[in-house]
């Protein structure tokens, strides 16, 4: 399994972003992928989810901001990031599990990860 983000960039607070995640060696209608991200000194902390049948869920701080999408056809995983704040700025890594529902990708944490994108959101 790969996973290799792309998108990742500099912009000004209320600006917008979307990464893109290439994914080889995994099926897309059976697994979960996600989005985390990591703050130097911080956990990591989970962003967004897409179950291997299309439902999504978002984390509280970015609900109604970020929009995780997918493209099967594709195999490519996307992150929209819109209305972005200084907060957001980290390390987000695209992530995958080997099970279809997203509460186990949750709960187990993800089975493959990517080398991980820089956002970094100016005030």
């Known amino acids: 399994v790969r996973l290799v983000e792309s998108g990742g960039g500099l912009v000004p607070s209320g600006g917008s972003l979307r990464l893109s995640c290439a994914a080889s060696g995994i099926n897309f209608d059976d697994s979960a992928l996600g989005w985390y991200r990591e703050v130097a000194g911080k956990k990591r902390e989970w962003v967004a989810a897409?179950?291997?049948?299309?439902?999504?869920q978002h984390a509280d701080p970015v609900k109604g901001r970020f929009t995780i999408s997918k493209d099967r056809t594709k195999n490519m995983l996307y992150l929209q990031m819109n209305n972005l704040r200084p907060e957001d700025t980290a390390i987000y890594y695209c992530?995958?599990?080997?099970?279809?529902?997203?509460?186990?990708?949750?709960?187990?944490?993800?089975?493959?990860w990517g080398q991980g994108a820089q956002v970094t959101v100016s005030s």
């Open positions: 897409i179950s291997g049948g299309g439902s999504v």
């Open positions: 992530a995958a599990g080997t099970d279809f529902y997203i509460a186990t990708l949750r709960q187990r944490g993800p089975d493959y």
